[in-house]
């Protein structure tokens, strides 16, 4: 009998054996094992997928779109729109939704330029700041006169409608807004409430529902500029304004066409989401610190309209939505406040043609609460979602200095523009300004 046969029959000298031959392994070997499993399991848990755009040959992956087999936005417009039937693919160094996220608030890298600021007065007396950028702004045309724009004027107005606690000034923003100059379009950004610079004079804030002063906007731009077709884009909680605006109006709107980037669509689930995991939780808390810095600037109303203690307590957006934003609001309850306010309730009722964009790993706004069959039900809703993309990123290119949604968005709006599939704006006197 060998040697071997010897190991067999006995498994203590098996194992023996093999804790032996497992001392004499290096530690060093060891380490580079545990490193290596390491960053497969951070590689995971992180959604990087460079590999898998290396695999690829970095040829991107497709656009998936839902439509309404008989609709003519579709078949009249996106059809048409080259990028939207391409191939979207990430920045080769920013390969994961969190870093593209992040990448895009803390950098950005957005084109300078210097608006055009206009005051805005609502009805209600509150004031906010409408933000422009003309076409002629970025050509080198000269303007001759001092307003933001000639009545007569018929270029094309794009109203822009911010995220949360975000203004004309954020780095999605100027993409978006000079890349929409450069197209040929006045662009104006419709600041929200308390931002921008601009001090609350009412005990009235905006919130993830609040829709009049989009509304006064339009309507007050419609009458001004009554020879310029108004389209309208939204990003994040302003996509959810829009659509909610978009579904409220139905027929009743005097715009062209919209997009809505990167929705958040059911506020209820999407405060479950980002309460889920250790990752969600680090954006509900980044989230509820720029809520906080916004209560601070209204400190005076927030303390005595809402729970100030409450509001300086607040670990996630549902805590400061409890204490500010239910009591400001007049909502009963939290829930209550999400449930009214979610766009996904109101996608149904848009008449006007709308493009929607939503990438599948956005880190914010969860895929669980893409209203999938509401949007095919629709005949005037096309929902365009990549694979990648991050929360209002989706950074291109390999210096990562374009963002893909920005050249969809702009392409869809420009095809509308030369299609017959415009939504008809309502007859309207003309007014003097406001």
């Not at 206009?118 to 409408?130: E, K, N, Y």
């Not at 309209?305 to 500010?324: C, E, P, Q, Y």
Request: charge should be neutral; aromatic fraction near 12%; hydrophobic fraction near 40%.
């Amino acid at each position: 009998m060998d040697c071997s046969d010897a190991i067999l029959e006995t498994p203590a000298a098996a194992y023996e054996l093999l804790l032996k031959s497992a001392i004499a392994i290096p530690l060093s070997h060891y380490l580079a094992a545990a490193l290596f499993c390491f960053i497969v399991v951070l590689y995971n848990f992180l959604e990087f997928h460079f590999l898998q755009d290396l695999l690829t040959g970095f040829r991107g992956a497709p656009i998936f779109l839902t439509y309404n087999t008989s609709s003519e936005i579709y078949h009249g417009v996106v059809s048409k729109c080259r990028t939207l039937h391409g191939r979207y693919l990430a920045t080769p160094w920013l390969s994961n939704p969190h870093i593209q996220t992040s990448f895009l608030n803390f950098f950005g890298r957005p084109p300078v330029f210097t608006y055009r600021r206009q005051m805005f007065h609502a009805s209600d007396g509150g004031t906010f700041a409408l933000d422009w950028l003309l076409h002629s702004d970025v050509s080198g045309v000269a303007v001759q006169n001092d307003n933001v724009l000639a009545k007569d004027d018929a270029t094309p107005i794009v109203i822009i409608i911010p995220g949360l606690t975000s203004d004309s000034a954020s780095p999605y923003m100027k993409h978006l807004v000079f890349g929409t100059a450069k197209n040929g379009w006045n662009v104006v950004v419709s600041n929200h409430r308390g931002l921008g610079g601009v001090s609350i004079t009412t005990d009235c804030f905006y919130n993830a529902g609040w829709t009049e002063d989009v509304r006064e906007v339009i309507n007050h731009l419609h009458k001004e500029y009554y020879a310029s077709p108004l389209f309208v884009v939204g990003t994040s909680i302003g996509a959810n304004i829009l659509v909610k605006y978009l579904g409220e109006d139905g027929e009743n709107v005097p715009i062209a066409g919209a997009a809505a980037v990167c929705s958040p669509w059911d506020l209820l689930i999407g405060s479950r989401f980002i309460s889920r995991s250790l990752i969600q939780k680090l954006y509900d808390r980044a989230l509820t610190i720029g809520l906080q810095g916004y209560a601070q600037l209204h400190e005076t109303r927030y303390t005595r309209l809402a729970n100030w203690d409450g509001i300086i307590k607040s670990r996630s957006v549902r805590d400061f939505d409890t204490h500010a934003t239910c009591l400001v609001g007049k909502y009963e309850t939290v829930d209550t406040f999400y449930r009214r306010c979610s766009s996904s309730a109101f996608i149904g009722q848009v008449s006007v043609p709308l493009l929607c964009i939503s990438a599948l790993d956005d880190p914010v706004c969860t895929t669980e609460a893409i209203p999938w069959d509401e949007c095919r039900g629709n005949k005037n809703v096309v929902l365009a979602t990549s694979l990648h993309g991050g929360h209002l990123a989706f950074f291109e290119g390999i210096t990562g200095s374009r963002l893909w949604w920005v050249r969809a968005v702009n392409e869809f709006l420009g095809v509308l523009l030369s299609s017959p599939y415009m939504h008809k704006q309502n007859k309207c006197t003309i007014f003097s300004s406001i």
